[in-house]
């Protein structure tokens, strides 16, 4: 098992930046792919952001590229997602997601193994 807590979000104004966290525990955390997802209000879950294990790997959604920025700590068992240039349609729950696949694949993936309970991120115009 792998758990996971999100911390970070809060109300932002458009422009600004916000740093999610997310501390795993459990099970070896190197040997997890990471990722982020978020859910805006009546809007179903979106992939974010991915990371591989050694950090080496990252993917974005296009709506983020150049903006966010995935990292992990895998000393700390860590992942973050520095946001930049944020955005009124950046406002969603987002979560942190583990899963032993490739970062390639869990940027198509609808499923993963194991999900954080999400962090609201709030930005208004």
């Known amino acids: 098992q792998v758990q996971l807590v999100e911390s970070g979000g809060g109300l932002v104004q458009a422009g600004g930046s916000l740093r999610l966290s997310c501390a795993a525990s459990?099970?070896?955390?190197?040997?997890?792919?990471m990722g982020w997802f978020r859910q805006a209000p009546g809007r179903g879950r979106e992939f974010v952001a991915a990371?591989?294990?050694?950090?080496?790997?990252?993917y974005y959604a296009d709506s983020v590229k150049g903006r966010f920025t995935i990292s992990r700590d895998n000393a700390k068992m860590t992942v973050y997602l520095q946001m930049n240039s944020l955005k009124p349609e950046d406002t969603a729950v987002y979560y942190c997601?583990?899963?032993?696949?490739?970062?390639?694949?869990?940027?198509?993936?609808?499923?993963?193994?194991?999900w954080g309970k999400g962090t609201l991120v709030t930005v208004s115009s």
């Open positions: 997601a583990a899963d032993p696949r490739s970062a390639l694949i869990i940027s198509r993936a609808r499923s993963m193994d194991y």
């Open positions: 459990g099970r070896t955390f190197s040997s997890y792919t």
């Open positions: 990371i591989g294990w050694s950090g080496g790997t990252t």
